[in-house]
């Protein structure tokens, strides 16, 4: 099956594979907005899941410049609790 996708889906599922491997949450957003593109049924659930964790971590970041560490701790908790993004740990 496969073989039947042109070579720049393939691409962005090996891209995709590795930003999880990686746990980097942008590149995963990248390569899934590329491919939601191409074929929403079968990525658009895990892209929104992807966006909303993107969302708490510019939420958690915006905390952290209003000086509201602890209320920034409990998003980031929050998205860690599900997923060890490289971001979240940074």
């Not at 966006?51 to 860690?80: C, G, M, Q, R």
Request: aromatic share 6%; hydrophobic share 40%; charged share 20%.
């Amino acid at each position: 099956m496969s073989a039947c996708k042109p070579s720049h889906i393939q691409q962005q599922e090996i891209t995709l594979n590795t930003a999880i491997q990686k746990r980097d949450l942008i590149a995963q957003y990248e390569a899934l907005v590329i491919l939601a593109g191409h074929d929403s049924a079968n990525w658009s659930t895990q892209l929104a899941q992807v966006k909303d964790n993107l969302i708490k971590l510019e939420n958690a970041k915006s905390l952290f410049i209003e000086n509201k560490p602890i209320n920034a701790y409990k998003v980031l908790h929050e998205i860690k609790k599900g997923y060890n993004y490289q971001q979240v740990n940074q």
